[in-house]
Antibody, heavy 122, light 106 residues
C-alpha cells in the first residue's frame, strides 16, 4: 500500500523558514517523480514544485521560485521541501504527492499524503 | 504558464442528475489532462487521466472527454458520495497547473 506521510508543518513568522518532509513507502520511490501541491484555507489547489526520479531535476511555480527548494533522498525514501522567506500568502496545507511519471516526462498525481499545515503569521 | 479555467464554479444538483463540468486550457494541451475529486478535509483523489482514462476503482459513472483546449468531466447519475469539489490539472509543460475548482452541492 502506497503511503505518504508529511511532517514539519507549523507556525512560523513572516520571513522565517520551515522544512517539510515526506516519508514514502509502498512503492519504488526512486522510480517516480514526486511533487508538492498546496491549498490555502478555503481555496483551490496550487501546484508548488516537482522533482524527477533519479537526476533530481526540479521545477517550481513562479509564486515560490527562488524561495523554496525541493530535494529527495532516494536511499531513505524521503522528499523534502525547504521553504525560506515565508510570506502570509504561503499559509496553506501542503500535500506531498506521487507523480505517475518518470524521468523527464510529465504526469499527474496518483497518491497523496494527508497534508501538513503551514501557518505564516506574526 | 498554461492557465486552466473551470466552469461553473459551483453547481447545484440532485441525486440522479447528469452533471458536466468544463475545463478550458489557455493553449492546446493535447489530452494531457487529469481530473481529481476532493472532499472537505481530505486529500484529492485521482479520477481520470489522459483526458478520458478512468483510474482503477473509480466508478464508471464518471467519464472524461475532450482534447486541445476544451475538456469535460461528466457524472452520468449523481450519487450522494459525489458531492465534492472537482479540479482539472494539465501536465503538458514543466509547470503543472490546476483549475480553480468546481463545487458540486445539493
Amino acid at each position: 500500500e502506497v503511503q505518504l506521510l508529511e511532517s514539519g508543518g507549523g507556525l512560523v513568522q513572516p520571513g522565517g523558514s520551515l522544512r517539510l518532509s515526506c516519508a514514502a513507502s509502498g512503492f519504488i520511490f526512486s522510480s517516480y517523480n514526486m511533487g508538492w501541491v498546496r491549498q490555502a484555507p478555503g481555496k483551490g489547489l496550487e501546484w508548488v514544485s516537482r522533482i524527477s526520479d533519479t537526476d533530481g531535476r526540479t521545477h517550481y511555480a513562479e509564486s515560490v521560485k527562488g524561495r523554496f527548494t525541493l530535494s529527495r533522498d532516494n536511499s531513505k525514501n524521503m522528499l523534502y521541501l525547504q521553504m525560506n522567506s515565508l510570506r502570509a500568502e504561503d499559509t496553506a496545507v501542503y500535500y506531498c504527492a506521487k507523480d505517475r511519471s518518470r524521468g523527464n516526462s510529465y504526469g499527474f498525481f496518483d497518491y497523496w499524503g494527508q497534508g501538513a499545515l503551514v501557518t505564516v503569521s506574526s | 504558464d498554461i492557465q486552466m479555467t473551470q466552469s461553473p464554479s459551483t453547481l447545484s444538483a440532485s441525486v440522479g442528475d447528469r452533471v458536466t463540468i468544463t475545463c478550458r486550457a489557455s493553449q492546446s494541451i493535447s489530452t494531457w489532462l487529469a481530473w481529481y475529486q476532493q472532499k472537505p478535509g481530505k486529500a484529492p483523489k485521482l479520477l481520470i487521466y489522459k483526458a478520458s482514462v478512468l483510474e482503477d476503482a473509480v466508478p464508471s459513472r464518471f467519464s472524461g472527454g475532450g482534447s486541445g483546449t476544451e475538456f469535460t468531466l461528466t457524472i452520468s447519475s449523481l450519487q450522494p458520495d459525489d458531492f465534492a469539489t472537482y479540479y482539472c490539472q494539465q501536465y503538458d509543460s514543466d509547470l503543472y497547473t490546476f483549475g480553480q475548482g468546481t463545487k458540486v452541492d445539493i
